[in-house]
């Protein structure tokens, strides 16, 4: 099965700061279809997961323009420009190109 | 709007079965895939699979036979059922839609924690 690498287990940042946040594959996300299988997840207490990034850069409706996905093969980052207070929250790549489908071990934001 | 919202026991016993079910409102789940996810102590993530519009599933292999995914369509709703469980099952399971737009979960339930213990 694909691993996912989410280096950082926590990140630490500051109203406003940029952050970005690291998922690496073991094998390449990209389909003959030419897509990234690559997504990124925020959970926060007491919400509802919410996707954020498909196709790894795409993002999904009603998501904010500071969230930014980036990366192709097999390393990818999701991105968070002008930190606020909402997105201080555990984020996870998940990989839905080959199955079992794969999380990364999350990446918790937390506040300096 | 779809909404989406797991219900069952909190508390299963070692060796018994764990049975959950997902009730869906504001979408037929005639329409995409629908799948279950468990998030473990420690924040690890797993998918466990998914059954289809049509009603076709797919597991993860880790689960072996232990699990199924069925539904109800008459009522929009799945289930999960996990059978011999063990503590190493403790876990808050959640189920989700998959996105038409592909490959992408876009709507999760709140989440269901259950804790396997005698």
Redesign the interface.
């Known amino acids: 099965q694909i691993t996912l690498t989410q280096q950082a287990e926590s990140l630490w940042v500051s109203p406003g700061e940029k952050v970005s946040i690291t998922c690496r594959a073991s094998q390449s996300l990209l389909y003959t279809d030419g897509k990234h299988y690559l997504s990124w997840y925020q959970q926060r207490p007491g919400q509802t997961t919410k996707a954020l990034i498909y196709h790894a850069s795409i993002r999904t409706d009603g998501v904010p323009t500071r969230f930014i996905g980036s990366g192709s093969g097999t390393e990818f980052t999701l991105s968070i420009e002008d930190v606020q207070p909402e997105d201080i929250a555990l984020y996870y790549c998940l990989q839905t190109l080959k199955k079992p489908s794969t999380f990364g071990g999350g990446t918790k934001l937390e506040l300096k | 709007e779809v909404q989406l919202q797991e219900s069952g026991p909190g508390l299963v016993k070692p060796s018994q079965s764990l049975s959950l079910t997902c009730s869906v409102t504001g979408y037929s789940i005639t329409s995409n895939y629908w799948g279950w996810i468990r998030k473990f102590p420690g924040?690890?993530?797993?998918?466990m699979g998914y059954i289809s519009y049509s009603g076709s599933t797919?597991y993860?292999?880790?689960l072996k036979s232990r699990i199924s995914i069925t539904r109800d369509t008459s009522k929009n709703q799945f289930f999960l059922q996990l059978n011999s469980v063990t503590t190493e099952d403790t876990a808050t399971y959640?189920c989700?839609r998959y996105?038409l737009?592909?490959?992408?979960?876009?709507?999760?339930?709140?989440?269901a924690s259950v804790t396997v213990s005698s």
Not at chain 2, 43 to 47: G, I, L, R, S
Not at chain 2, 101 to 111: E, T
């Open positions: 924040n690890k993530m797993e998918w797919s993860n292999p880790s959640y989700a996105s737009l592909g490959g992408v979960m876009d709507a999760w339930g709140q989440g």
